[in-house]
């Protein structure tokens, strides 16, 4: 991802800001630390503490039949669970290398319609176009399918905010798609913790901006921001942005709490952190950990204070 040294002019023409404040949601696992399965009890106990301790009642998920190797049901286990608690979420596929049929099954299986608005939608991958794991041919046979399967559900994808600027989702934008999520990480960037917010709203202003260019539409869309976040202690540097727990904070209260008032929905990356996690290679091919991302620890204590003053 490349950081833009200027204020996009998006920033003061794109109609992103509404009279409502955005939805807060968080990214969640459907592994245990131990490595284990989420049952339905264990996502009750994730949406307790994030009820708890913030105001949101919304997650996403990743993927609905593996997870670091293991095959889990996460379809049946989360609604169930979600719907109990009040909670909405967005069920997400995880296609890259060919196991579309194998994350759409489970999702079929739980016959997802019947929890209603529990269902907030469905995303089909998660920066597989970025990352080049898929092709947006691939993509939009992908979203006409789940569209035709679930017709009542909003369907969407995720991927970085560079790639809904660049053209390269231009296609799936004219694909027919509900939800467009687009990710964004100033951190990812090597932005120092002063220069994080701007950069943010730099980001999702240029992505949110092109969107309604190439759909002809500022709302025939929902734009989301699908993640952003800053690794507390325990996590790597990347460049000038450094990992701590401190900055973590920082970063929720100047960026998290300013983008809702904004009036964009986000999820934070993420709820929880997972020890269990393997290292992400960053573009400049070095490891970096990703296992202390949680605004809450891996034993779901909150970090710092996430109610943004209210």
């Not at 794109?14 to 968080?26: N, T």
């Not at 709490?257 to 709820?271: K, R, Y």
């Not at 400049?284 to 710092?304: V, Y």
Request: aromatic share 12%; hydrophobic share 35%.
């Amino acid at each position: 991802m490349q950081f833009r040294t200027f204020v996009s002019a998006a920033l003061t023409v794109a109609p992103v800001a509404v009279s409502a404040a955005g939805q807060l949601g968080f990214a969640v696992g459907n592994v245990n630390p131990d490595g284990s399965c989420k049952t339905q009890s264990d996502f009750e106990a994730d949406f307790q503490a994030i009820k708890d301790n913030t105001h949101s009642t919304l997650i996403r998920t990743y993927s609905s039949s593996d997870s670091f190797g293991n095959l889990c049901n996460t379809p049946s286990e989360v609604l169930p669970a979600a719907q109990s608690a009040g909670f909405q979420v967005l069920l997400g596929m995880w296609p890259d290398g060919g196991v579309y049929d194998k994350e759409k099954a489970p999702i079929v299986d739980a016959n997802v319609e019947q929890y209603g608005g529990t269902l907030f939608g469905i995303t089909v991958g998660s920066e597989g176009m970025y990352r080049g794991t898929y092709d947006a041919e691939s993509l939009i046979e992908w979203i006409g399918d789940m569209k035709q399967t679930f017709p009542n559900t909003k369907i969407g994808t995720a991927d970085s905010w560079n790639c809904w600027t660049n053209g390269t989702m231009d296609g799936i934008i004219k694909s027919g798609l509900d939800l467009v999520l687009a990710n964004g990480f100033a951190y990812w960037q090597y932005q120092d913790i002063s220069n994080a917010t701007k950069t943010y709203f730099d980001d999702m202003a240029q992505a949110l901006a092109h969107v309604q260019e190439v759909s002809g539409s500022v709302d025939g869309i929902h734009f989301m921001n699908g993640e952003t976040g800053w690794p507390g202690d325990g996590g790597s540097d990347a460049g000038a942005a450094k990992a701590g727990t401190d900055n973590e904070e920082t970063y929720w209260n100047s960026a998290i709490c300013a983008m809702l008032d904004w009036g964009v929905d986000l999820f934070w990356f993420e709820a929880f952190d997972e020890p269990n996690k393997a290292d992400a290679i960053g573009d400049n091919g070095e490891a970096a950990s990703e296992k202390n991302w949680g605004s809450f620890d891996a034993e779901r204590k909150p970090k710092f204070d996430m109610k943004c003053g209210q």
